[in-house]
């Protein structure tokens, strides 16, 4: 087994399940503030003589961070090997499932036949109104590491909540979570587990994929999209940044789940709420690019933007709720740095378009913000070029026109995150958890 750690905090800040849950409070009110800040920071660059240099100077240090996530080279991945007499760590796999009949047989079949000694597969209906609890008490008898958990229609929580009985009723010293739509080879937890005996390591998030399927403009910009993620987060940690969970294919160390109180109940995006709260608690989160674990993708655009919209509002509470330890808590330079770069390019930057673009229509002349936009539109394209040179062999030419079509699927999060900020900030918003519909059955 690998030996747990507790993380010693100093005095003033020794974070407790209590303290983050509280943190999740006036998410208007701040979305507000910080969106005013951004616009009227944005004009006032317009109207001072300076502007430009600021501008400038911004763009040095984020496209500084650019270049070495770039530039760094990748650490080519062989299968680790567990060390030591110490037994093997339990495992314990938890799927939430809602009205997932499509595709939950296929699911336990494939988490089912794993190569590993000492796991088991908790699955938990979470009030699913077709037949998914009943293929999954069909299947029980069939598979001895399956357990299966039918929640109540008055169950909360959305998914977390869902995750958090299973993590209660469960026992495995590394808990792994999927999507009812995964699947994963059966060496999968060889390559997972042996990563937790560095003890600070609280979690390892897996490589997306997106699955086989018909040949389709979106579904081919997210297998794209995902090789480039996974890129850029493995090049984040191994800088000294951070990697992050992407809910599918994630693992974390049951020790670090009780230090953090679990899954956070008021969020949209539990992935990413779950990566601040690690590492603000001290633990370093790994990222394997390979093996991947395959899940469906979107068919079409409105499906895209929807779940884009719920993926870019989840991302964007963590800074709006985590924002004080964010900035005091003891976790390292380079991780709040690395943070702060991701919060400028992803949030900030496409919300300070909307004033930029106009001010710039209205004064004939390019938008000031350009240097920014052009450096993300980079690390896009390079990520995805580095990405794919992992993956597939094949020439300088087809690299270069794979990457300008990943730069072009891309430019759709500009948007999303554009009217994100401004949603958030201006209309009241009952929690609501949005599942992905998956349609595709049997192989």
């Known amino acids: 087994m690998a030996a747990e750690q507790i993380w010693e905090q100093p005095e003033f800040y020794d974070p407790t399940p209590q303290d983050f849950n509280a943190y999740g409070q006036g998410r208007r009110r701040k979305a507000a503030v910080v969106l005013s800040l951004i616009w009227g920071g944005t004009l006032a660059l317009h109207w001072v003589s300076w502007g430009t240099w600021v501008v400038w100077a911004l763009t040095s240090v984020v496209g500084w961070q650019v270049l070495r996530l770039l530039w760094g080279k990748a650490i080519p991945e062989t299968p680790p090997a567990l060390t030591g007499d110490t037994p093997l760590p339990s495992v314990t796999l938890l799927v939430a499932a809602k009205n997932e009949e499509a595709v939950i047989e296929r699911l336990v079949r494939s988490l089912c036949q794993l190569d590993y000694p000492c796991y088991d597969l908790w699955v938990i209906d979470d009030a699913s109104t077709d037949a998914t609890g009943q293929i999954l008490d069909q299947l029980r008898p069939h598979y001895p590491q399956l357990r299966v958990l039918h929640r109540s229609a008055g169950a909360g929580g959305g998914k977390s909540g869902a995750l958090n009985e299973g993590l209660r009723l469960s026992q495995g010293e590394i808990v792994g979570v999927f999507d009812a739509d995964a699947q994963v080879s059966p060496d999968l937890l060889h390559w997972i587990v042996p990563l937790f005996q560095q003890p600070q390591v609280g979690a390892v998030q897996v490589r997306k994929a997106i699955a086989p399927g018909p ?148 004064g004939k002349h390019p938008p000031l913000l350009w240097p920014l936009t052009s450096v993300m539109l980079l690390l896009f394209c390079g990520s995805t070029w580095r990405g794919l040179s992992r993956l597939e062999p094949r020439s300088p030419w087809q690299l270069l026109g794979a990457s300008l079509r990943a730069m072009l699927y891309m430019t759709h999060w500009l948007p999303v995150m554009a009217a994100m900020m401004v949603r958030v900030a201006v209309r009241p918003k009952r929690l609501k958890w949005v599942k992905t519909v998956h349609v595709t059955s049997g192989e």
């Open 215 to 362: 040949r389709n403009w979106w579904l081919a910009g997210q297998r794209v999209e995902m090789i480039l993620d996974a890129f850029l987060q493995q090049q984040r940690r191994r800088l000294g940044g951070i990697a992050e969970l992407r809910g599918n294919g994630q693992f974390v160390r049951r020790t670090a789940l009780n230090r953090v109180g679990g899954w956070n109940e008021a969020t949209l995006t539990d992935d990413l709420d779950l990566t601040f709260r690690l590492h603000l608690d001290a633990w370093d989160i790994e990222f394997l690019f390979t093996p991947s674990v395959l899940e469906e993708g979107v068919t079409n655009f409105r499906a895209l933007w929807h779940q884009r919209n719920r993926w870019a509002e989840g991302g964007y509470q963590r800074y709006l709720d985590y924002w004080r330890p964010w900035l005091f808590c003891p976790w390292g330079a380079w991780k709040r740095f690395d943070t702060g770069v991701t919060c400028v390019s992803q949030y900030l930057l496409p919300a300070a378009s909307i004033p930029d673009s106009l001010w710039a229509i209205w």
